[in-house]
T-cell receptor, first 111, second 114 residues
Framework: KAGVTQTPRYLIKTRGQQVTLSCSPI?????VSWYQQTPGQGLQFLFE???????NKGNFPGRFSGRQFSNSRSEMNVSTLELGDSALYLC??????????FGSGTQLSVL | SQQGEEDPQALSIQEGENATMNCSYK?????LQWYRQNSGRGLVHLIL?????REKHSGRLRVTLDTSKKSSSLLITASRAADTASYFC??????????????FGQGTILTVHP
């Protein structure tokens, strides 16, 4: 089976722009979670989707949003980018709800 | 803020030595997991221990869990240079809706010298 695929791998944006990141989960995995990783805050949970419904959400401002499609692929969007949004964004999928399988991440740099 | 606190923050050892990392947490858990990350890439699941388990083994990995002390440790025996990576504990909190949500520690950077 193919692993979790995230695109793009690297992204450079300027303040005020918006960005959309994509995640394709492992085939058969219906739950997709998103995490933000920064040197200062570490790994922080953004949100989780299952069958196109957001079931769980972390403590991030409304500028961070996501969605899931009927094929379980997921996207996350960040609007009005700030310098502090520079981070590695990781997507993970699971079938059991326990063990997470992570993608390689999208490294976002906001200039 | 991170619920999981790990120590040490960094660990440097020689090949063949054992490496021990510790994790402490604050709330009740469903399970505690350990993940490994190489150089800013994705995380790889290593092992999961449930709240009613005390010890678990997987290859060269041994995990212990003490729910009374709210702590866990990961032991890697006979370390290899390829074990060089960051190691994170992650907590699945008990109760409520914790779908897909793990709370990660800040991680331990392990360097194994050949």
């Amino acid at each position: 089976k193919a692993g979790v695929t995230q695109t793009p791998r690297y992204l450079i944006k300027t303040r005020g722009q918006q960005v959309t990141l994509s995640c394709s989960p492992i085939s058969g995995h219906r739950s997709v979670s998103w995490y933000q990783q920064t040197p200062g805050q570490g790994l922080q949970f953004l949100f989780e989707y299952f069958s196109e419904t957001q079931r769980n959400k972390g403590n991030f401002p409304g500028r961070f949003s996501g969605r899931q499609f009927s094929n379980s692929r997921s996207e996350m969007n960040v609007s009005t980018l700030e310098l502090g949004d520079s981070a590695l964004y990781l997507c993970a999928s699971t079938v059991s709800g326990e063990k997470l399988f992570f993608g390689s991440g999208t490294q976002l740099s906001v200039l | 803020s991170q619920q999981g606190e790990e120590d040490p923050q960094a660990l440097s050892i020689q090949e063949g030595e054992n490496a021990t990392m510790n994790c402490s947490y604050k709330t009740s858990i469903n399970n505690l997991q350990w993940y490994r990350q190489n150089s800013g890439r994705g995380l790889v699941h290593l092992i999961l221990i449930r709240s009613n388990e005390r010890e678990k083994h997987s290859g060269r990995l041994r995990v212990t869990l003490d729910t009374s002390k709210k702590s866990s440790s990961l032991l890697i025996t006979a370390s290899r240079a390829a074990d060089t990576a960051s190691y994170f504990c992650a907590i699945s909190s008990a109760g409520g809706t914790s779908y897909g949500k793990l709370t990660f520690g800040q991680g331990t950077i392990l360097t194994v010298h050949p």
